[in-house]
């Protein structure tokens, strides 16, 4: 089973641990489906870069920048499940899916943290 953190920052909030972040991903990898996985890392990449630049933009930025990150949430959610449902087909385990649970906090986190694991092994 995965650990989640809490981090206080004017309320709780549900954080996903990097390490865990890591074992949800190497098990996403040996899935058989490199076309469904590709567009998850993808549309995954995308939104942690919204995420910083919704960060970045300040009180002016917020409004239009939050909109567009709900838009790149949205298919990010998608995909993963349309991956695990894939993965079902091929009889493989979802756990790494049922791990990530329905939170859009926890999924953000786990794209950010995707984005970080990419980066740092293509150093």
């Known amino acids: 089973m995965f650990r989640f953190i809490c981090i206080k920052h004017y309320t709780q909030i549900?954080?996903?641990?990097?390490?865990?972040?890591?074992?949800?991903?190497?098990?996403?990898?040996?899935?058989?489906?490199?076309?469904?996985?590709s567009e998850m890392i993808e549309l995954a990449i995308r939104y942690a870069r919204?995420?910083?630049?919704?960060?970045?933009?300040g009180a002016g930025g917020d409004a239009v920048l939050g909109a567009t990150r709900t838009r790149a949430h949205n298919p990010l959610i998608d995909s993963l499940n349309i991956l695990s449902r894939q993965v079902?087909?091929?009889?493989?385990?979802?756990?790494?899916?049922?791990s990530l649970g329905d939170?859009?906090?926890?999924?953000g986190d786990f794209a950010c943290h995707l984005h970080a694991i990419l980066g740092l092994r293509a150093r």
């Open 14 to 37: 549900m954080a996903l641990i990097y390490q865990d972040a890591v074992e949800i991903f190497e098990q996403i990898e040996r899935s058989t489906d490199k076309t469904l996985r």
């Open 50 to 57: 919204l995420r910083i630049d919704w960060l970045q933009a």
């Open 88 to 98: 079902i087909k091929s009889g493989q385990s979802i756990h790494w899916r049922e």
């Open 103 to 107: 939170d859009r906090k926890v999924i």
